[in-house]
């Protein structure tokens, strides 16, 4: 896997219906350690030259295939 990082340039977007999730992942000093760890891959993705855009999607409405997944989760 890291061969396959540091051989390119590698893009990932992340979607995100919790706020308080995007919130929690900018801030520098976190005590959860969920948030500690993806921190840290997130250092180590962008250290092999990966970048990361998380974006804070509204709601699941409207998007293709979202109404399904959800009443798979239930």
């Known amino acids: ?9 590698i893009n990932f977007i ?5 706020l308080s999730l ?9 005590r959860t350690l969920l948030i ?3 921190q ?4 180590k993705l962008i250290s ?5 855009t998380i974006i804070w ?4 409405v409207g998007i293709l295939g979202n109404e399904e997944a ?3 989760a239930k």
């Open 1 to 9: 896997t890291r061969q396959l990082l540091e051989s390119r340039d």
């Open 14 to 18: 992340i979607n995100s219906v919790s």
């Open 22 to 30: 995007i919130t929690s992942l900018q801030q520098i000093y976190n």
């Open 36 to 38: 500690q760890a993806i």
């Open 40 to 43: 840290e891959n997130f250092h």
């Open 48 to 52: 092999y030259g990966c970048s990361i």
């Open 57 to 60: 999607v509204l709601s699941h």
């Open 70 to 72: 959800d009443a798979v």
